[in-house]
């Protein structure tokens, strides 16, 4: 099992950044990928980031250019640095973490953290 605990979130103006982090229960080296996920009032839930154990990124089109996602082994975090908010990008930013054990996929949530764009 893995436990997930967000932080960064709060409320910040257009134009501006803020640096989200998301803390494991355990080693991230390990596991198959991180990512964050965002949801706003009345919307699904959606990709915003993600990084595979190896490295690679994937980025939702609205976001890129604008948000990176990095991890720290050692601390066993996973970043998302947030530049050139707008209000759109507000909503519950989720982290997640899908590990892969015994042929079977598991698939991790923490409780999410709110950012709020707004002048």
């Known amino acids: 099992q893995v436990q997930l605990v967000e932080s960064g979130g709060g409320l910040v103006q257009p134009g501006g950044s803020l640096r989200l982090s998301c803390a494991a229960s355990r080693s991230i080296f390990s596991i198959y990928a991180m990512g964050w996920y965002r949801q706003a009032p009345g919307n699904q839930r959606d990709l915003v980031a993600t990084?595979?154990?190896?490295?690679?990124?994937n980025y939702a089109d609205s976001v890129e250019g604008r948000f990176t996602i990095s991890r720290d082994d050692a601390k066993n975090t996973v970043y998302l640095q947030m530049s050139s908010l707008k209000p759109e990008d507000t909503a519950v930013y989720y982290c997640n973490a899908v590990v892969l054990e015994r042929s079977s996929k598991y698939v991790y949530w923490g409780q999410g953290t709110q950012v709020t764009v707004s002048s």
């Open positions: 990084m595979a154990s190896a490295g690679s990124t």
